[in-house]
Structure formats: C-alpha cells, structure tokens
C-alpha cells in the first residue's frame, strides 16, 4: 500500500509539472509552483502544495491537497498527550479517550488474562500492558471505537490547522511557506495505480474535494493497539504512551491486572514494563 501511495503522490506532483495552466474551479490558473512541503521533523498533512495564479483577476491561490488512496483506513499514529490535546483539545481530549475506551470495556478485559502461580515466567510468552490509541477511517480492528467528534476536531485531523507552526510552516524548494503544511482539498485516488496512471489532468482536479465537506462525510473511529511486554527476550515496544493501560500486581501466588481507563497516558511503555519485571 504504501508503495502505490508513493507512486500516485509522485506521479501526481509530475502531472502538475509537465504543465504551465489548468482549468480549476471554471478559470484557467497559471501554474506558480508545485512540489512536496518538508517540515523541519515530522510530516505535515499536505503531500503535495500547489500554487497558481487566477487568469482573471490574478489572484494566487493556493491548492494544498492531502492525497488518500481509496482502501485507505490509518489517520494518526503515535498519539502522546500532547498530541492529543492538539487534535481533540486541552479541555475535551481526557473525556473523549475515556469515553471511547469504556464503551469496549468488555473487549479490554478478554485481554487482560491472570497469570496463576504454576505458569512461571519462562512459560509466559508475553504480557499486555496497556494500548495505544490510533485514528482511522472505519477501521474493522477487533479493538476499535467510535469517537464523540465535532466537525471542527474531523477538521484539524484531517487538514493539521492546529498542528505545530514547525508543521504548518513548512518549507519548499529551500523556502518556508506559511501554512503550507495544513490541507485544504483531499484527493482520493483509487489504490490499483493502473485505474488512474493515464488519466488526463480533469480527472485529478474534478476529484478534488474541500476539505471541510470531506470531513463532513467521513467517519474517524479509535484503534487501540496493544503493547506487549515479552519476558523470555526482555523486550517491549518502546516507551510508547499508552491510553489504557493495565496495573499489574501480585495476589497471593497469582498474577492480576487492573484495568485502567479513567488514566490516559499517566504511564508510558518504559514504565509499565518495568513495574511488571518487578513483580516477575
């Protein structure tokens, strides 16, 4: 998948520069400037920016454009705290993981499985200690759950307009561009690259969609994904923060869990796995 995303996204930024005018939105537009915005760490939501000038009036516009193929499913990785309050909001961002995860309470708790006395660490193959949270579209993962979102917070996951200025400001041809790194047009091609590689340019720009009336149509739901500790190797995932997550401890001879939901990101990997190698 990721192969073809590259694929369309190169082809796409080749298509606009092979030529000097298009026809978008009923005007023809001269051509300015197109290529892939670079922020200084991390990745902004425009893969390819687009900048043209009205042959009318001579305004510059601009034509940010977040490219999705149509089997696409992943939105957002990696979501620490911080990020979380960027994209659901300083106020909202607790009460909405919590929300999510408590309505597959249930599902979580299969999970959590108690070690007893005779299964001795060798024998334990691997031990969950708690679950990240992930962004998608619809995805059909066995822990995922809908999410109380407003059309704004679809918006800025979608488009990145209150990311960090070092992402919205990203740079282009050596040059730094303000808020080129936030979207504004999604394009959704078709993931067999054969379906669209000879196309003409209409079909690209009559595909293009704002992206506000996209995010009023899609629906974003949670994946949790686990993180696992592995006692044979001492290995786990890395410190990643975990928005649920399991506080382990000994009773009597046995091994059990505490599910925690009402916590998010109050204990990272690094952490989690050390408290249970401690108990083992």
């Known amino acids: 998948m990721q192969k073809n995303f590259s694929l369309a996204e190169s082809f796409l930024r080749d298509k606009f520069l092979s030529i000097a005018n298009f026809h978008f939105n009923g005007i023809d537009h001269e051509l300015l400037l197109c290529g892939k915005p670079s922020p200084s760490t991390g990745e902004c939501k425009t893969d390819i920016y687009i900048s043209a000038k009205n042959s009318i009036t001579q305004e510059i516009i601009e034509i940010k454009i977040s490219l999705k193929l149509d089997n ?16 659901f909001g300083q106020n ?25 006395a005779d299964q001795i660490p060798s024998l334990i193959t691997k031990i969950p200690l708690g679950w990240k949270i992930e962004l998608f579209h619809k995805t059909k ?8 979102l407003s059309l704004n917070q679809k918006i800025d996951i979608l488009a990145g307009t209150n990311r960090p200025e070092l992402l919205k400001n990203s740079s282009l041809d050596g ?3 303000l808020n080129s790194g936030v979207a504004n047009y999604i394009l959704v091609l078709p993931s067999d690259p054969n379906k669209f590689i000879n196309k003409e340019m209409k079909y690209f720009l009559d595909k293009l969609e704002p992206i506000v009336k996209f995010a009023e149509k899609t629906d974003i739901n949670a994946g949790f994904t686990c993180l696992n500790y592995f006692p044979k190797d001492d290995k786990w995932d890395g410190d990643r923060p975990l928005a649920v997550w399991i506080n382990w401890a000994k009773d009597l001879e046995s091994l059990k869990g505490e599910l925690i939901l009402d916590q998010p990101f109050a204990r990272n990997g690094n952490a989690a796995a050390e408290a249970i190698k401690k108990i083992l």
């Open 72 to 87: 696409y499913e992943f939105l957002e990785n990696k979501i620490s705290e911080e990020t979380a309050k960027i994209i």
């Open 92 to 116: 909202d961002y607790k009460d909405i993981i919590i929300g999510a995860s408590k309505t597959i309470k249930d599902r979580f708790l299969k999970k959590v499985i108690i070690k007893t």
């Open 141 to 148: 993962r066995s822990l995922n759950a809908e999410l109380k």
């Open 175 to 177: 040059k730094t561009i």
